[in-house]
């Protein structure tokens, strides 16, 4: 065991309460949601911040110390990396993510450049036997995933955005329904279900004026996957649905045919009679067709209302009516007749 003073804590280990000088092992489980720290090994001029546990963006430069969770990411428009099965003092790891996720990258988006590359020095440590000085290995989150988790809502609504890939609107769809939902008086609870560690979106739809919060990183899961998904959900709907607010706001991150879980969600019986509307969030007019045909044809689900950028003039939403039989509303120049669509929805179920 030794010590080390670290520069960045990143966002994944919000939970911790981890001090600047922290006690390492040499030891390290490689097993997803394990903190470690890292030495950053390289400089970047793209894709090169970090989210600290404050919600703060830092720029990462090297010679940096940072604790990140050990996981594996698998994103189109950033890196794709696996959890290593053995890692040992002097490794080389990579920053899969903006949140402080840490694996080995596999592949990298040509828009991001390649990853940061980091040494490993140790598992960090935790000591939660009072008066005894017996480390075991800090893990992210503040409880633990019941698999077996049922879903129980109180007759809460859920309005559930699904997009066709990331970067396909469902944030700012989702801050604006938040916003317009509390300016009409409603008590307005958002949670982000899928995707990697990274606290932007729930921080984001917190400043549009959600009472309360959730991700699944809350509950130890660095990413998310097809096995995890649907009790994550389960999980962060109940535990929203505890504090009885009007309605939650549910984001699920990446897209529809994503790895991070999204179909099983939908495909789960209990969330998807759960759901009062489904926004879609697309790209474009042909993403905005595909992505409607899935929830249509594979999950038995009609779309509310589609936004993100295939609404972003007159031609998408004259094509998605078109094709789709569906209206388009854009988040950005129209977030208060979105949230007004939902909110007269919403309205419907109840009476």
């Not at 090994?41 to 703060?56: A, F, H, M, V």
């Not at 595909?290 to 972003?312: M, N, Q, S, Y």
Request: with cysteine; charged share 20%; glycine share 12%.
């Amino acid at each position: 065991m030794k010590s080390i003073v670290v520069d960045k804590v990143a966002s994944v280990a919000q939970h911790n309460d981890l001090a600047a000088e922290l006690r390492l092992s040499p030891d390290i489980p490689c097993e997803e949601g394990v903190l470690i720290a890292v030495r950053v090994l390289n400089n970047k001029s793209r894709y090169n911040q970090l989210e600290l546990t404050s919600g703060r963006m830092a720029t990462v430069t090297m010679g940096d110390v940072v604790v990140g969770a050990l996981g594996h990411r698998n994103a189109l428009r950033g890196y794709s990396g696996h959890l290593p099965t053995e890692l040992a003092i002097g490794d080389h790891v990579q920053i899969l993510n903006i949140g402080g996720v840490i694996g080995i990258c596999d592949s990298a988006n040509p828009d991001v450049g390649s990853p940061f590359e980091c040494e490993v020095l140790g598992t960090v440590l935790e000591f939660p036997y009072l008066g005894e000085r017996i480390g075991v290995p800090a893990r992210a989150g503040s409880s633990t995933l019941d698999k077996d988790a049922l879903l129980k809502l109180n007759g809460v609504p859920v309005v559930a955005l699904a997009g066709t890939c990331m970067d396909s609107g469902k944030t700012a769809a989702a801050c604006a329904i938040v916003g317009r939902l509390r300016h009409l008086g409603l008590k307005v609870a958002a949670c982000k279900a899928t995707g990697v560690s990274l606290r932007r979106d729930v921080l984001a739809m917190e400043d549009a004026g959600a009472a309360d919060t959730m991700i699944f990183s809350d509950l130890g899961i660095v990413t998310t996957t097809a096995d995890n998904g649907p009790a994550l959900t389960r999980s962060l709907l109940t535990g929203l649905g505890a504090k009885k607010p009007d309605v939650i706001v549910l984001e699920l991150g990446d897209g529809l045919l994503g790895a991070y879980g999204v179909a099983a969600i939908l495909s789960d019986e209990q969330i998807r009679d759960a759901l009062t509307a489904v926004v879609l969030c697309a790209n474009d007019p042909v993403s905005a067709w595909g992505g409607a045909k899935i929830l249509r044809d594979e999950h038995g689900i009609e779309p509310a209302v589609v936004t993100g950028p295939a609404t972003d003039n007159d031609v998408g939403v004259q094509q998605i009516a078109e094709r789709l039989s569906l209206q388009g509303i854009n988040a950005l120049s129209s977030g208060v007749a979105l949230g007004d669509k939902i909110a007269a929805l919403l309205e419907k179920e109840v009476a």
